[in-house]
């Protein structure tokens, strides 16, 4: 079959560092993405990885090792707008059909 | 550019009626991919529009049908609707080619009651 595992809810406080990790289980793989879904808003795209190693972009980070299948995203320096649902997601089938993961809901504390 | 736009942004229906939602991609685009979204859930994939044709489906019912017209936007149309058919409707667009990234719509927030 084909999914995804990600933790459901992750807390930190601001200015800290989070990491929320993705594990995938896929026939055929393409890439690991990530995207950022606020309460009522539409989930807005971070990031892509279809190589190993460590993407940055910003204060967001996003790493795949695909011998592991298996990605993290790291957001640095948090702010209290970095409160939202996170989302690990994977083309499959051709690269036409995109699995999401149930998400990440991440509460920034002051 | 408006980006993806979807209509209408809210909906209650009866158990049993019809429902098309509609949506338009972002300027350039030309592939769309329609997703249900249920509270505290991923985006479920329902299926992606290319050049007129439906190109694959996730697990949903014939219930669910869809549409893309010559100006690549699209309709997701549902039957016979159930209570559980209540959700978030995503309409997503991106290009053919060259296409790693998503962009979504805000949705349609459909209420079946």
């Known amino acids: 079959g084909q999914s995804l595992e990600q933790p459901s809810e992750v807390t930190a406080v601001e200015g800290a560092i989070v990491q929320i990790n993705c594990t995938y289980q896929?026939?055929?793989?393409?890439?690991l993405s990530w995207y950022q879904q606020h309460d009522g808003g539409a989930p807005t795209f971070l990031s892509y990885?279809?190589?190993?190693g460590l993407e940055e972009t910003g204060r967001f980070s996003s790493f795949l090792s695909r011998s592991d299948s298996y990605g993290y995203l790291l957001l640095q320096e948090l702010q209290m707008k970095d409160s939202a649902s996170y989302f690990c997601?994977?083309?499959?089938?051709?690269?036409?059909?995109?699995?999401f993961g149930a998400g990440t809901r991440l509460f920034v504390k002051a | 550019d408006a980006g993806v736009t979807q209509s209408p942004t809210h909906l209650i229906k009866t158990r049993g009626q019809q429902v098309t939602l509609r949506c338009s991609p972002k300027?350039?685009?030309?592939?769309v991919s329609w997703y249900q979204q249920a509270l505290g859930q991923g985006p479920q994939f329902i299926f992606q529009?290319?050049?007129?044709?439906?190109?694959q489906r996730g697990n949903f019912p014939d219930r669910f049908s869809g549409h893309q017209f010559p100006n690549y936007s699209s309709e997701l149309n549902v039957n016979a609707l159930l209570l559980g058919d209540s959700a978030l409707y995503l309409c997503?667009?991106?290009?053919?080619?060259?296409?790693?990234?998503?962009?979504f719509g805000q949705g349609t927030r459909l209420t079946v009651v």
């Open positions: 896929t026939s055929g793989f393409y890439g």
């Open positions: 990885n279809a190589l190993d």
């Open positions: 529009y290319y050049e007129e044709e439906e190109r």
């Open positions: 997601a994977v083309p499959t089938t051709g690269g036409f059909k995109t699995i």
């Open positions: 997503a667009s991106s290009p053919s080619v060259g296409g790693t990234e998503a962009f």
């Open positions: 300027s350039g685009h030309d592939t």
